[in-house]
């Protein structure tokens, strides 16, 4: 029988709870094997006038990468991610962020992403690795 573990909510995250100043307030959805995320990209998220900046798209990424295991119960931290932007991503623009598991190697996750428009047009992709942690450890000897 494994061992079940709490994941771990940060009061203060950029991207999925309250407590930040611009509130992105990400709500996760789980389809099929693949976690889901919609966005309403807004002027205050943009860098150049009218483009969605490109850390808060690395942002996004991250967190929809992170449900992808998350959704099964394990916490893990991300060790890196690599983002493609293919088309600028403008404000007005409602986006939808996919991500799914591709391997798992003992503590170590890799993952896949897709961000795209309502149309479905392809706006950027990323790949993520995440590394596995008992939180309540990490905590105790920071």
């Not at 991610?81 to 404000?91: D, E, F, Q, W």
Request: net charge negative.
């Amino acid at each position: 029988m494994s061992e079940e573990r709490k994941i771990y909510s940060v009061e203060h995250c950029f991207g999925c709870r309250d407590g930040n100043i611009l509130k992105l307030k990400l709500k996760n959805q789980t389809i099929g094997d693949r976690s889901h995320v919609e966005f309403d990209v807004t002027e205050e998220y943009c860098g150049h006038p009218h483009v969605l900046h490109g850390g808060v798209i690395c942002t996004l990424f991250d967190e929809v990468m992170y449900y992808a295991f998350a959704q099964f119960g394990i916490d893990a931290v991300t060790t890196a991610v690599s983002v493609r932007y293919h088309a600028p991503t403008l404000a007005g623009t409602h986006i939808i962020l996919e991500a799914w598991q591709t391997e798992r190697r003992g503590n170590r996750i890799k993952v896949k992403s897709e961000m795209k428009d309502t149309e479905g047009k392809l706006l950027a992709e990323a790949e993520g690795t995440f590394f596995v942690v008992d939180v309540e450890r990490l905590i105790k000897h920071t």
